[in-house]
């Protein structure tokens, strides 16, 4: 008997291989949801390209409206991905996209968008990074839901995609 | 063309391996001689089909052909001859393939030296390892084909991944592999032997080698990616504890357990089941590894992207592969009875424990890899487990270990002697004591409870272990007879158990007496840590083959002299649109300095990371002792001896053994 020891051994380990197989590590509980967006005071990215100074938005410019917070960057493979469905997204008005442009630059994301249109209204620029750090960004694109009072909802790591609108923020939104 | 005929050559090795499984089997069945024969031409037939296979890719690859979906995915026309070489294996497909290459090689090699095998033991080991031949070229052709091609061609690849382009990671997943791989012949011997139910001496003195080459592969292999990882990362560490090198780390510890029942089985005659065992796990883990690796399951700054179904299929594959060897176990196993009594203060006794620390600790390890994944499986919550808790179970369980090393050189097979065990340890012990004590207070002034042990216990450990070999020369009349008197195999036991305890004075005194500092340095600032002074004199622009850095200098003064100059660079990878860090270190056998370059600021100033490492070099020094006790040791002269003994007697006509 004591020689088939290993054997079940391997047993329990595989049934637990199987169930992990489908789950992903990655996708970890922000600690954020629930609580109120991080504050954040960012310049606007006037596309296309205006004279002046842009103007800088807070977190109460949002209030009144749920809206999606899409990190993004034109270097970014998965923003390429997840681009077309938020274009069509966007143009359904189902929803207000904002787009925060994370570590790039102006020119690089005019040039991005101009190519493949823009989804975002508006776009806010993080050059360095910092309101990234605060929301717990920590690879583009990260997409969240916030509501109309300013709560973060839900956050959707890597591209977004019909099934995550459908399956998870929608909903959302639905409620009041 | 190249790739058809790469592909071609993939299908027509899956049929061989296929044939070079069920054939061996049906003729084990039906004693039928030239069934059995024919395992070894489908061995090097194999062979044959996996080497055109890599030589077509690897052209592709230095062709630059994008029409290959794998070569557009990891090349680019930018990348250096060697590197497009290397990145062969920097992705999913080519690593396989480079698994499948290598696994076919081993398998070549048991079918040329098999001359001393019986023929039905050589016929099922080759056909057991066609099983797993069979099994990834499955895998490879139905998930993961290395020459899919990609319409329309791109006019240029998305390049290998920075973190590849460096020569220790160009070499270190082959000489890892060849580990893991090679494990697979001690499986395929220990199978083989449950089903014939013939465990014996002789057996042990066959997979010995075999085992023992694949070990010191892995051992270099571990010891390369640690030395990479401190080059490359830019943390200045050497090992994580990460899940990937968890999943190389435990069939290293199963292996050298392995290692070490083989003997006793060889010697004694006793632990045979142990030894079978051990032989199973051994590749069960490095099959483990494998699957960690690619499924996805576990974070991991190693993993290739991964993707469900390939999870799924090496899941299956492990599941078929571990779970009948170990049903034959089950059954096979009771019947392997050993002969004689086990004395547990005797050679074979302490060898024994050596086991049980040996497999607890790759327990504990996996233990600590798994009960993340477990936790999430059981929605128990999100947990990662870190090097807290592996130092703090690892550290205990090896470190009797040292302690058993000497005593195992003195005391001898059947049973030891505690008068005589003292007579022969007690200057050794003497000499290790006045060692840890003088040793931290000579080189670092002070004394830490880690740096004495630790010189203790490595001390002790290269001490003692000299003894048998100094034993055996003082034995002869004349020194230079003497030195050539002692077998290589003694002198690699020696070499490696030395290498152990080279490692943990290293381990020990890095992290007693090493600094670390992250300062902010303005152009010609400077900064002191320990006994040096950092001067950063700035940073400029300078231009790689394939991509632009940022170079620091920095300049290092000890007291009034100047000790080196270092170079540290930011690189950015235009075609990947990456960021590397690449430090420079200036080495020593006594201390690195180890400079990484980090962000520029606003006003022109740096982050820098400044560590000095004591003796860090003994770590890997040690890594490279025991690769090379194991060379010496698997090409000992008894196990050639006894191949041309046994191809004699077959040319006099007498039957072999």
Request: overall charge positive.
């Amino acid at each position: 008997m004591r020689f088939a020891i290993p054997l079940l051994v391997l047993a329990v380990l595989i049934g637990f291989f199987a169930v992990g197989l489908n789950r992903d590590p990655r996708t970890l509980p922000s600690p954020l949801i629930g609580k109120a967006a991080p504050a954040f005071e960012l310049p606007v990215l006037e596309f296309p390209k205006k004279d002046g100074a842009p103007p800088l938005l807070t977190n109460a410019d949002f209030v009144g409206k749920p809206i999606l917070v899409n990190f993004f960057a034109s270097w970014c493979a998965g923003c390429q991905v997840e681009h077309p469905f938020l274009m069509r997204l966007a143009q359904s008005g189902q929803v207000q996209i904002v787009g925060v442009d994370y570590k790039d630059a102006d020119a690089d994301v005019r040039q991005w968008l101009g190519v493949r249109g823009n989804p975002y209204a508006p776009i806010l620029v993080d050059l360095d990074g910092r309101t990234g750090i605060d929301w717990g960004v920590y690879g583009v694109p990260e997409t969240f839901v916030v509501d109309a009072r300013g709560t973060i909802l839900h956050k959707h790591i890597g591209a977004m995609t019909p099934e995550a609108w459908e399956k998870d923020i929608k909903p959302l939104l639905v409620k009041p | 063309m190249i790739p058809e005929l790469g592909h071609f050559a993939l299908i027509l090795a899956l049929g061989i391996a296929l044939l070079q499984t069920v054939a061996p089997l049906i003729g084990y069945a039906r004693r039928d001689a030239k069934l059995l024969a024919f395992a070894g031409s489908a061995a090097q037939g194999q062979f044959f089909c996996i080497a055109v296979a890599y030589v077509c890719l690897t052209i592709s690859f230095v062709d630059t052909d994008f029409s290959v979906a794998y070569v557009a995915a990891n090349a680019h026309t930018d990348l250096p001859l060697i590197y497009r070489v290397s990145a062969v294996w920097g992705a999913h497909e080519g690593s396989l393939l480079l698994w499948m290459f290598m696994l076919s090689g081993w398998t070549f090699a048991v079918s040329v030296f098999n001359r001393r095998l019986p023929a039905d033991l050589s016929a099922l080991v080759i056909a057991i390892l066609g099983v797993i031949s069979t099994g990834l070229l499955l895998f490879m052709l139905l998930t993961s084909n290395p020459f899919e091609r990609l319409f329309p061609v791109p006019l240029q690849g998305r390049d290998l991944n920075p973190l590849l382009q460096d020569f220790g990671l160009a070499i270190h997943p082959p000489t890892l592999y060849m580990g893991y791989v090679g494990f697979s012949v001690a499986f395929a011997f220990a199978v083989a032997a449950l089903i014939t139910g013939k465990l014996d001496a002789a057996w042990a003195r066959w997979t010995r080698p075999w085992t023992t080459t694949a070990w010191m592969f892995l051992t270099l292999g571990i010891t390369l990616g640690s030395w990479w990882a401190y080059n490359e990362l830019g943390w200045g560490g050497w090992w994580f504890w990460d899940p990937v090198e968890n999943a190389s780390f435990m069939p290293w510890l199963a292996g050298t357990a392995l290692i070490h029942s083989l003997a006793v089985t060889e010697k004694r005659g006793l632990l045979k089941s142990w030894t079978a065992l051990l032989a199973i796990l051994t590749f069960s883990l490095s099959l483990l590894g494998t699957f960690l690796v690619r499924s996805g399951v576990l974070v991991s700054v190693h993993a290739f992207a991964s993707d469900p179904a390939r999870g799924l299929f090496i899941l299956i594959f492990m599941a078929i592969v571990t779970g009948s060897a170990l049903l034959l176990y089950a059954w096979r196993a009771p019947k392997l009875v050993s002969i004689g009594e086990l004395n547990l203060f005797s050679r074979e006794g302490l060898l024994l424990f050596n086991n049980v620390f040996l497999v607890v600790a790759a327990a504990a390890i996996l233990v600590g890899t798994l009960y993340p994944l477990v936790l999430d499986a059981l929605n128990l919550g999100k947990i990662s487990v870190g090097p807290p808790y592996f130092n703090a179970v690892f550290l205990p369980m090896i470190a009797p270990l040292f302690v058993l090393v000497g005593l195992g050189a003195v005391v001898p097979w059947k049973k030891g002697k505690v008068g005589e065990t003292w007579q022969r340890l007690k200057l050794p012990a003497l000499a290790a004591v006045a060692i840890a004590i003088v040793l931290p207070l000579a080189l670092h002034g002070r004394a830490t409870l880690l740096a004495v042990t630790g010189a203790l216990l490595g001390a002790w450990t290269i001490i003692a272990a000299s003894q048998d070999v100094w034993r055996r020369i003082r034995a002869k009349r004349q020194f230079i007879t003497g030195l050539t008197s002692v077998p290589r195999a003694v002198w690699g036991m020696t070499l490696a158990h030395a290498g152990l305890g080279v490692w943990a004075l290293g381990v020990a005194f890095v992290i007693s007496y090493g600094f670390e500092k992250d300062v902010r340095l303005a152009p010609n600032a400077s900064t002191e840590i320990g006994d040096f002074t950092f001067g950063f004199v700035g940073a400029q622009e300078a231009k790689g083959p394939n991509f632009v850095a940022q170079q620091g200098e920095v300049t290092i003064e000890h007291g009034d002299h100047s000790v080196a100059t270092l170079y540290p660079q930011k690189r950015f990878y235009p075609s990947q649109r990456n960021v590397m860090t690449e430090s420079a270190v200036e080495a020593s056998l006594l201390r690195d300095l180890y400079v990484s370059l980090g962000e520029r600021f606003d006003d022109g100033s740096w982050s820098l990371r400044i560590y000095v490492k004591p003796m860090i070099r003994l770590i890997w020094l040690g890594g490279v002792l025991m690769f090379l006790g194991g060379c010496l040791a698997a090409s000992d002269r008894r196990y050639r001896l006894a191949m041309a003994a046994d191809r004699k007697a077959v040319l006099d006509g007498a039957q072999p053994a």
